[in-house]
Each structure stands twice: as C-alpha cells, then as structure tokens.
C-alpha cells in the first residue's frame, strides 16, 4: 500500500489518461486520494490532454459527447476540472455540420441546454479558462452560451474583458436576450459601449414592443440607443400583439417621444381591425390627443363594441357628422351591432341622410327592416322622393313584404302632409 502512494508522478497521469471520462471520475479520486485524487481533481492541463486523448478518434468532439453521452447529468456530474477541460473544447471546437445542416435540436451536443448548471459553476468555469484559452473563441461562443442560458453573472463577467466584442455576436445577443425576456441581460448589454444597436440589420425595438416585456421596454426607452419614433414611430403598431400589449403602449406615451398617430393613425386603425382588434390599445390611445379618434367610429361599429362607440361620441374632439353615416352603411351591409346603429342614429350629429339616403336605400337592400325602422324615425330620411325610390329597388328585388311596408310609409307621409 505505501509503495502505490509513491507511484512516480508520470506513471499515474498514464493511468489516468486511460481512464473513460464519466461520472465515476470523481469516485476514483475520493477513494485513492493520495494517487489520484490532487490529479483529476486539480490538474487542469492533465484533465484538458485527457479529454482531447479520448476524443482524437471520434470524427469530432462533438460526435464523441454524444456518443459518450456527456451532456445533461452525466456533464454535471464530471470533477470541476473536468466540466472545465470539456467546456474549453466547447467552446473553441467548430459548428458540427449534419449532413451539410446545423442541428439544434435538444439532444445535440452543439445545443446549449445540455450545458446548463448552477449560474455560479458557470462563472467559476469561465474564470477558470480565461487564463488557459482564447475565451472569444468562435465569434464570442462563451458570450453567446451565456446569454441563451440566462446566466448574467457570466455574461457580466465577459462583457469586462476587453477582448470580448459583444458586437461579433451584437445582434444574436440582445435578440436572443430580449426573448427569453432577460431583463437583467438586457440591462448589460444596453449599458455595454461596445453594444451598437444600429449595427443590426433590422430594430430589437421592435421586438421588443412586440414581447410585451414592459421591464425590458423601460430599459430600451433609457438608454439612448434607440429612437422611439423611428419608422414614423411604428414602435406603437408593433406593440399592439396581446393584452399584455396596454402596458407597453402607456410606457411608450409616457416616454413621449414616440406618435401615436404616426403612419396615419395606424395603430388605432389596427387596434381595431380583424385578427389585431384590441379594446383596451385602442381606449388608450384615443385618450392621447395626437390621434385622430374620428378614425375609429366605422371601425368600433363594425366590432360591436358599444362601449367604446359610447365613449367616441362624448369624446370632445369627435364630429360623427363626418363619418357617422359611412358608419351605418358599412354595419348594415356586414350585418354589425344594431347596438351601436341605435346609438349613431341616436345622435342628432349624424345625418342619415347623406349620400342621397344611401343608408335607407342600403337597408332596402339588405331586407333589414329593424334598422330601416330606425331610420324612417328620422324626417330627413322619411321623404316621399327617398321612400319612392326605395320601393323602385325592393320591386326590383322582388321583395312583396317590403313593397308593401314602404307603401304604408308614403300613405302615412301622404296623409300628414295634406
């Protein structure tokens, strides 16, 4: 026993050195300390020149984690120095092509969860191999892995190395950052002068008002690295994607800088248009006084939304003399909400009658007698040209009830006339 604790030093790295690399690793160095325990569980050099051994006969490094299964579990189970030495071929070794193609799914070894520890492993590893590798190894791999796994001690940790340029790997990073919506990442990477958002081929802002990460939106809005009214400011349409979405659009208003009615009021329009409709974006928006909320009523008719109708036509800075009728045609023709027809016709503002009585004549047409009634109640529809000229079309149509409604109508008219 005293002689196999004195093996020569050269000796027992041999012995090592054929040893499979897995979970048994550490068992052998506590139950033979005095041999092997300072070597696998010290010596980083011996750990590196073991693994890069066992893995020169495999195709690639790659091929040999996963054909070993040293992922998941099995990686974690590995020695620290272990974790180290196959995480610095990790992140040095070139994308493993299948079959011409870059796999991601879950069960490569190239895809980043099967390297998942505790966040402070992760920092410890990356402490460990900045002294021994080239830590920006492959476009800022050791960056990249970081933010996808949300460690943001890591990343905060690399983004103080002056050789790392996050801006290799810019526009993977804050995207990639932005929708696994971690903010803290986010925050890094914003406050990071090698960060330069206009380098990218297209907005995160964007995106980020689409996520509906209000947290994340502040951060952008604070930075001073994008212009909210970019794009006639179609940050605004952007956000209008889920419920969610109200809290982003008061975040951006209160900002100020960003128009809500920029590109023509779009963001209304498409707050309240099939499949994009949103009551509560659209309440907010008509309550800033640079959008247009005359836009709205067809609109807001055609959902049936009553209660915004409600709320359009005490809104101080609506004139449904405009676009009242317009908004009576297009409901009866799409069969709307008789609701919000009542309510439109029950404002003196609106005038039914225009467009030579083209909503009578449309009601004719569409054989809706209940808002045809709606709207004889009005006089300046209910006259003997625009009731002759309405039972022209229902005989046309072949409509017997409705010619004969319509007669009754002119005989009434007659009558009170004479």
């Known amino acids: 026993m005293n002689y196999l604790t004195i093996l020569p030093h050269e000796l027992i790295r041999s012995v090592i050195l054929h040893l499979p690399i897995n979970k048994h690793l550490r068992s052998v160095a506590l139950s033979s300390k005095l041999l092997f325990g300072d070597a696998i569980l010290n010596d980083l050099t011996l750990a590196r020149l073991h693994v890069q051994s066992l893995i020169s006969p495999s195709v690639s490094m790659w091929e040999y984690l996963d054909d070993n299964g040293i992922k998941y579990n099995e990686w974690k189970s590995l020695p620290f120095n272990y974790k180290c030495a196959v995480y610095s071929l990790i ?70 190395i002056e050789k790392v340029n996050p801006r290799v790997a810019n526009e993977f990073c804050i995207i990639t950052a932005i929708l696994n919506n971690s903010t803290d990442i986010v925050g890094l990477l914003l406050n990071c002068d090698k960060i330069d958002l206009s380098y990218l081929s297209y ?47 008061r975040a951006l208003l209160e900002d100020g800088r960003a128009n809500p009615a920029g590109n023509n009021n779009r963001a209304l329009l498409m707050a309240l248009s099939f499949p994009t409709q949103n009551k509560e974006f659209a309440k907010v928006l008509l309550a800033d006084p640079r959008v247009d ?126």
């Open 293 to 418: 909320p005359n836009r709205a009523i067809p609109a807001v008719v055609l959902l049936g939304w009553t209660d915004l109708l409600e709320l359009l036509l005490k809104h101080e800075r609506v004139d449904p003399s405009q676009v009242g009728s317009e908004a009576v045609i297009e409901a009866i023709q799409s069969g709307g909400s008789m609701n919000c027809v009542r309510l439109l016709l029950a404002d003196s503002r609106v005038d039914p009658s225009q467009n030579d009585n083209e909503a009578l004549l449309t009601a004719v047409q569409s054989q809706n007698k209940d808002v045809l009634g709606l709207l004889l109640r009005d006089s300046r529809v209910r006259t003997t040209e625009s009731l002759e000229r309405a039972v022209g079309i229902a005989k046309n149509m072949g409509d017997v009830d409705m010619v004969v409604f319509l007669s009754q109508m002119i005989e009434e008219l007659n009558q009170k006339e004479m």
């Open 203 to 249: 907005d995160p802002f964007l995106i980020v008002c689409q996520r509906c990460n209000v947290d994340i939106v502040k951060l952008f809005l604070a930075s001073g690295k994008v212009d909210p009214c970019a794009g006639n400011s179609s940050c605004i349409v952007s956000a209008n994607s889920n419920d969610a979405s109200v809290d982003v659009l």
């Open 91 to 160: 992140l040095a070794e070139p994308v493993w092509l299948l079959n011409g193609n870059t796999s991601h799914t879950d069960f490569h070894a190239m895809f980043h969860e099967p390297w998942r520890v505790p966040e402070e492993v992760s920092l410890q590893i990356i402490k460990t191999l900045v002294g021994v590798m080239d830590i920006t190894s492959q476009k800022d791999r050791a960056l990249r892995v970081a933010v996808m796994l949300g460690y943001t001690s890591t990343v905060e940790f690399l983004l103080s």
